[in-house]
């Protein structure tokens, strides 16, 4: 879609186009893959590793470090660790950054799940992937594990890398001064996010944060133009209750229109089981500021928020294009979602549509702007992948 497109105009080039010999030669940055994961999915944990190892990590050794709410057992990390040289740690994560806050009332947040469950919302009456959400939207770039690091790629049970990746993501990333970096892009099942952009919205109208361009590929377009806010409810903030906490609120309340930008969410999201990016934006109070805006609704209980439109719009209303990279190199599964580069027309490679354009050849040209204004990532489900 355009908004994909538009991510990159000007600034996101491919980083290497093709499996090239590894280059090893410069320093490693200061980086891990962090995997969260319980003890029951070992198996899908050593496919992920297997092949982030045989396509990637055997030259580049970047450490692992597994988090669990739970103690993994010896097996597990036993297990684990024969399948790597790479450093490898292991961490459990502290309750306070695992299920109900104090501020919330658990009867009331367990009936909410109850609610959603009976309702058929995918996960959503699962307490645990709710608590799984929030860590992920709010702590993970806390746990004392990953203190040391600057940067992270997160890794999932049960996915797949087909090609190999013959240089270092996370220099690319520093030397091109980017934040965050996705390969996949969907859009999010709405009724697992009701309420998130009225929040989100919100969080950058309060704070006066206006667009550096990325905000708009998660808007709608709207058929009419969107009315202009007077100045003072621009200014207006949320009601204390929002923003501190209520315990005894059985549904995520309304936040008052005015607040808002007017504009509807287009579901779209980076899709965050892969993810590579740098930790110090998370760290950020700006970050900060928008997870406790966003938890202090409850949303992340009554509704069932996910981390990946939560990193997403935080990057909306946060960040530019220019922080963004788009891996269009990777080819990356997660079960039933893929993205293939060798799914372009007669090449091997997707050119990025944001390359300056490197041939002469008019008919050429004009193939490659075809195919890539018909591209849909979202809609991508990798039909005839020749990678492996
Ligand atoms: P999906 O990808 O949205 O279908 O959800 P997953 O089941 O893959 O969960 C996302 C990530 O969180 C995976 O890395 C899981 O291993 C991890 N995860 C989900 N629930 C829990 C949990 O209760 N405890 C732990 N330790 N990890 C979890
Ligand atoms: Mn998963």
Redesign the pocket.
């Known amino acids: 879609p355009p908004a994909i497109r538009k991510i990159s105009e000007e600034h996101d080039k491919v980083f290497v186009t093709g499996c090239l010999e590894p280059d090893t030669s410069q320093p490693r940055a200061n980086a891990a893959f962090v995997?969260?994961?319980?003890n029951k999915?070992l198996d899908?944990?050593i496919q992920s590793v297997k092949s982030i190892e045989r396509h990637f990590n055997r030259w580049y050794h970047y450490p692992y470090v597994f988090?669990?709410?739970?103690e993994f057992n010896s097996t597990f990390k036993e297990t684990i660790t024969n399948y790597t040289s790479a450093p490898v740690e292991f961490g459990t994560?502290d309750p306070k950054m695992?299920g109900f806050p104090d501020w919330i009332d658990p009867k009331v947040a367990k009936e909410g799940i109850a609610k959603q469950g009976d309702a058929a919302i995918m996960?959503g009456g699962?307490e645990?992937?709710h608590?799984?959400c929030r860590f992920?939207s709010g702590f993970f770039y806390k746990h004392e594990l990953l203190a040391k690091y600057e940067w992270y790629w997160?890794?999932?049970?049960?996915i797949k890398y087909f090609c190999d990746i013959t240089y270092d993501p996370f220099l690319r990333m520093i030397e091109s001064n980017k934040t965050y970096g996705f390969t996949i892009a969907v859009k999010e099942l709405k009724e697992t996010v009701p309420n998130i952009f009225r929040y989100a919205s919100a969080y950058k109208r309060i704070n006066n944060l206006t667009s550096q361009g990325l905000w708009e590929m998660f808007v709608e377009p709207q058929p009419e133009e969107p009315k202009d806010v007077p100045e003072e409810d621009a200014k207006q903030s949320l009601p204390e209750e929002i923003l501190r906490g209520d315990p005894s609120r059985a549904s995520i309340p309304d936040i008052d229109p005015e607040a808002m930008e007017g504009e509807k969410y287009n579901m779209c999201h980076f899709w965050s089981?892969f993810e590579i990016a740098r930790l110090s934006w998370f760290r950020s109070k700006e970050y900060e500021d928008f997870f406790q805006m966003m938890d202090r609704s409850g949303g992340f209980w009554m509704e069932r928020w996910?981390d990946a439109p939560i990193h997403s719009l935080a990057a909306g209303a946060l960040l530019a294009p220019r922080d963004i990279h788009y891996f269009r190199d990777f080819g990356y599964r997660?079960?039933t979602i893929q993205h293939c580069p060798a799914n372009a027309p007669a090449r091997q490679m997707p050119r990025s549509p944001f390359l300056e354009v490197t041939t002469k050849d008019e008919k050429k040209r004009k193939e490659e702007d075809e195919y890539w204004d018909s591209w849909d990532p979202v809609k991508e489900n990798g039909v005839g992948c020749r990678c492996r």
């Open positions: 995997v969260l994961a319980r999915e899908g944990v988090l669990n709410d739970a994560i695992w996960y699962m645990s992937y608590a799984m992920y997160r890794l999932e049970p049960e089981n996910g997660h079960t």
